[in-house]
């Protein structure tokens, strides 16, 4: 069927304000109900993993190159700086022996019930957003491999953030210094309860400190059992500068590069809203605000 | 008009422009970590869809623009779905406007035209999300990707240029 002249020529011209006007409309709906694209996302996803997968796998043959030349650089120095840590680390290694020894003593002693097994999963960066107003990671692995939402995620160090959306063989991870972070922590050894909000920034934000709480730099932070999500106790970061209300905390995984990440399931629930119960297939948005209403 | 110009080139490579555009939106999240590069990478998808706007508008279509701004949005992970494909749109706009400035210029005056395009969309983007979400938020994340993106803009720009080598080369 041909189309005639002028009916193309308007179809041209409203074609920009058109598409303008859907793309302002996506923006708006998805402020309005957070959980909109979800579905969508993390389908397509799914589907392009293994080319995100395929394109970063010579990133990681490249970076391994820049490391090695950047090591063969460093590698006297850092001799030098591996030596006087492992003098020190063999004195620790004494002191944690004793430790864990008393440890093992005390608790048998007051017959404290044995932790819960922790099963952990490890997955690698397939990508990364990048972007100036979003923090997250996608790793490769989902539901097949046991991630679930609201797990936390972890490198060797720290906490890295928590499992938002779940594929079926991907993930997306919200870094803890994301906009959408919120993450319930603690001071370790004064047990004073704040959580810690990203802000887009590299050194996440501590608020809701009960007032007059002394704050210092250098001060451990941990997570907070408060609700439910994450055990408390894991290693978070360390108070990297206070001034006044402002306190930035610097988190101890270098979330600037991750490359391997572990996945912890402490078999919490916790309070998790919209993935508790996972919402039936094919709903729209009535079905999940009945899930809320319950 | 420059719709009629897409007639020279044969139908499978049409596509050179749509199909490096959506490459570059997906390198624009694969990981780099090289060591000093830090948590943002450079807007790839923006540097194609103003390469080919630039030297092949024809074969990028507004569709292509907002298709490649979607996948873009959604690869992101952001809750802002949309913003980039009303980035992009906007951006292709004014380029499409000021067209003549930068055909049969010398690569620093394109250069220079690019920068201008990254700085007002990254400024968009942070007015935006500012707005979104309710809280003035710091300017160095969007000013820090801005410059990296214009700093390896001759780097996709060229590899952009090779395709479109070929482009003409076949047809």
């Known amino acids: 069927m041909r189309i005639t002249a002028p009916v193309k020529a308007a179809a041209q011209r409203l074609t920009l304000p058109f598409l303008i006007f859907v793309s302002a409309m996506l923006v708006v709906f998805g402020k309005t109900d957070a959980l909109l694209y979800d579905g969508l996302r993390v389908a397509m996803v799914d589907r392009i993993a293994p080319v995100l997968q395929a394109v970063s796998e010579p990133f990681v043959t490249v970076t391994g190159v820049f490391q090695a030349v950047a090591d063969a650089v460093a590698v006297h120095r850092e001799n030098v700086e591996l030596r006087e840590e492992n003098a020190r680390l063999l004195q620790w290694q004494e002191v944690a022996r004793s430790l864990a020894a008393e440890n093992a003593e005390l608790r048998e002693l007051a017959k404290l019930v044995p932790e819960d097994v922790v099963n952990s999963i490890a997955t690698r960066v397939i990508a990364d957003s990048g972007g100036a107003f979003a923090r997250n990671v996608l790793v490769n692995a989902g539901q097949n491999e046991g991630v679930q939402r609201g797990q936390a995620a972890m490198t060797g160090v720290g906490l890295v953030g928590r499992v938002a959306e779940v594929g079926s063989h991907t993930a997306r991870v919200l870094l803890l210094t994301d906009l959408n972070s919120h993450i319930p922590?603690?001071?370790?050894?004064?047990?004073?309860?704040?959580?810690?909000?990203?802000d887009n920034s590299e050194e996440p934000r501590l608020v809701y400190l009960p007032p007059k709480t002394e704050v210092k730099v250098g001060m451990r932070v941990v997570t907070g059992g408060s609700g439910g999500v994450f055990p408390p106790g894991l290693p978070v970061g360390v108070v990297s500068s206070v001034s006044g209300d402002l306190i930035r905390v610097e988190p101890y995984a270098e979330l600037a590069r991750l490359e391997l990440l572990r996945i912890v399931d402490f078999g919490l629930s916790g309070v998790l809203p919209q993935s508790a119960v996972p919402a039936p297939k094919a709903t729209g948005r009535g079905g999940r605000s009945a899930d809320a209403a319950r | 008009m420059p719709f009629a110009l897409s007639r020279d080139v044969g139908y499978s490579l049409r596509f050179v422009p749509f199909v490096t555009t959506l490459l570059f939106a997906v390198f624009s999240v694969v990981p780099l970590n090289l060591p000093g590069f830090a948590v943002v990478t450079p807007a790839f998808a923006l540097m194609a869809v103003f390469h080919w706007t630039v030297y092949r508008p024809d074969l990028m279509p507004l569709s292509a623009v907002f298709v490649t701004g979607?996948?873009?949005?959604?690869?992101?992970?952001?809750?802002?779905?949309?913003?980039?494909?009303?980035?992009?749109?906007?951006?292709?706009?004014?380029?499409?406007?000021?067209?003549?400035?930068?055909?049969?210029?010398?690569?620093?005056?394109?250069?220079?035209?690019f920068c201008i395009v990254a700085a007002a969309t990254f400024a968009f983007f942070w007015i935006v999300v500012s707005i979104l979400h309710g809280a003035v938020l710091g300017l160095r994340p969007f000013v820090f990707q801005a410059v990296l993106t214009v700093a390896c803009y001759p780097v996709g720009s060229y590899i952009l240029a090779w395709a479109h080598r070929i482009l003409v080369a076949r047809t």
């Open chain 1, 185 to 198: 922590v603690e001071f370790e050894e004064s047990h004073v309860r704040a959580i810690l909000d990203g």
């Open chain 2, 70 to 113: 979607l996948l873009l949005d959604l690869l992101n992970g952001t809750p802002y779905v949309g913003l980039s494909a009303l980035a992009l749109l906007g951006g292709r706009t004014v380029v499409m406007g000021q067209r003549q400035f930068f055909v049969n210029r010398t690569f620093p005056v394109v250069w220079l035209g």
